[in-house]
């Protein structure tokens, strides 16, 4: 997680603020609960624009260089920018693991490589040569790393703790826990009046969230 300059500026709380415009929009667009994406954002910068970790990751999402190129962002310090395009990527995310929430966002901390090879245990080799699960353990996905589980842990936290005035009401949604594919799922939640609707743990799959349309 990023690393921040210690210089006088806006409160946590103001920062969160100026944001959350961006994220609600950004999250709309592409079709994900804004607060899956504001979790994200405490979790890697804590809202700051200016944001440096000591692996090179960058702004309020923290994007590695190969991430941001991948997704046309020019400057990971462009709050606008760099906002969408990690509602973006994390719908992705949740579209190539199922709508499992638990495993999008440990690939957005490890690497979707990674995340596939604790599903198969099927070793993966970097282009430098390093060997990512190279006993071939098979633990559902989430990398058996601290601060992986760590960081998933807490966004999950994060994300069931924001209130549903997140969300506007016209945004169709449920959610379960069978998993199915589909091109045109929406990954927001339901806030309409009598809804509480939130992830479910899977009782067959502890520790798995996913989140699911009809």
């Known amino acids: 997680m990023a690393q921040v300059r210690r210089e006088p500026g806006p409160s946590l709380q103001v920062r969160a603020q100026q944001l959350e415009p961006l994220i609600i929009e950004s ?8 607060r899956i994406l504001s979790a994200v954002c405490f979790i890697e910068s804590r ?13 309020p999402m923290q994007f590695m260089p190969d991430t941001a190129r991948r997704y046309g962002l ?40 990674t995340v596939d090879s604790f599903l198969t245990g099927r070793p993966l080799r970097l282009a430098g040569g390093k060997v990512i699960n190279p006993s071939g353990l098979v633990t559902g996905g989430i990398p058996p790393y601290r601060e992986t589980r760590a960081y998933v842990d807490s966004a999950i936290a994060l994300f069931l703790s924001r209130p549903a005035r997140w969300l506007k009401p016209h945004l169709p949604v449920s959610t379960n826990t069978k998993g199915r594919r589909s091109s045109t799922r929406n990954f927001s939640f339901d806030v309409s009046a009598n809804s509480k609707a939130q992830p479910v ?12 349309v009809p």
Do not use: C, M, Q
């Open 201 to 212: 743990r899977d009782k067959t799959d502890t520790g798995t969230f996913f989140i699911e």
């Open 74 to 113: 020019r400057d990971p310090h462009d709050a606008r920018a760099a906002i969408d395009a990690a509602a973006h990527y994390l719908r992705d995310l949740l579209v190539r693991f199922d709508g499992r929430l638990d495993l999008a966002l440990a690939a957005y901390n490890a690497g979707e490589g």
């Open 47 to 59: 809202y700051r624009l200016d944001a440096i970790s000591p692996k090179g990751a960058r702004g």
């Open 27 to 34: 999250a709309r667009r592409y079709g994900i609960d804004p």
